[in-house]
T-cell receptor, first 115, second 114 residues
Framework: GAVVSQHPSRVICKSGTSVKIECRSL??????MFWYRQFPKQSLMLMAT?????????EQGVEKDKFLINHASLTLSTLTVTSAHPEDSSFYIC???????????FGPGTRLTVT | AQTVTQSQPEMSVQEAETVTLSCTYD???????LFWYKQPPSRQMILVIR??????QNATENRFSVNFQKAAKSFSLKISDSQLGDAAMYFC???????????FGAGTRLTVKP
């Protein structure tokens, strides 16, 4: 149990366009989901935390108008990168946690390339 | 804010030998959780082992064990009988018991030599 999927696994988009990444908890209800960004050969940096039915909490320095997060159901959170630019190219990873637990279960990640 | 430090960017071990990866953290909280994650080339984060701060006993999972020194804020990972499949990036992580924040160290790249 505790499987998290992400779609798409890879996406290439043109500069100025928007791209949506989905994160789903397949076999459990996730009250909280997390979005991370990982640059090559670097660690995971938390971008935002989202709770089902409420607004996401963004980390300092993360533009909330650029990285739109929606957590509309207990099994789905989406990250939309708006007006993408080449510097947004990165590996984006989501994770999810069950209610009243401390573990996070990670998705396989999405590689975004903005040309 | 909590910080996690992994002072070894790269480590190497001979197959079947033992290797220890270091991790220290800084926090003023009394209750928290510590993790070691493995990230192979596929980049899927895999939980290796977890430790609750309130437990004095060191966690063990088969060939993986930790040396948790709460007073020293140290949380090292020992891999025994290293296997080729253990080669990966290893991240130490801290999670507060009071909120959802999880902070990762910079990572240690482990190479296993046949």
């Amino acid at each position: 149990g505790a499987v998290v999927s992400q779609h798409p696994s890879r996406v290439i988009c043109k500069s100025g366009t928007s791209v949506k990444i989905e994160c789903r908890s397949l076999d459990f209800q996730a009250t909280t989901m997390f979005w991370y960004r990982q640059f090559p050969k670097q660690s995971l940096m938390l971008m935002a935390t989202s709770n089902e039915g409420s607004k996401a909490t963004y980390e300092q320095g993360v533009e909330k108008d650029k990285f739109l997060i929606n957590h509309a159901s207990l099994t789905l959170s989406t990250l939309t990168v708006t007006s993408a630019h080449p510097e947004d190219s990165s590996f984006y990873i989501c994770s999810a946690s069950r209610p009243a637990t401390y573990e996070q279960y990670f998705g396989p990640g999405t590689r975004l390339t903005v040309t | 804010a909590q910080t996690v430090t992994q002072s070894q960017p790269e480590m190497s071990v001979q197959e079947a030998e033992t290797v220890t990866l270091s991790c220290t953290y800084d926090t003023s909280e009394s209750d928290y959780y510590l993790f070691w994650y493995k990230q192979p080339p596929s980049r899927q984060m895999i939980l290796v082992i977890r430790q609750e701060a309130y437990k004095q006993q060191n966690a063990t999972e088969n060939r993986f064990s930790v040396n948790f020194q709460k007073a020293a804020k140290s949380f090292s990972l020992k891999i025994s009988d290293s296997q080729l499949g253990d080669a990966a990036m290893y991240f130490c992580a801290y999670r507060s018991a009071y909120n959802n924040d999880m902070r990762f160290g910079a990572g240690t790249r482990l190479t296993v030599k046949p």
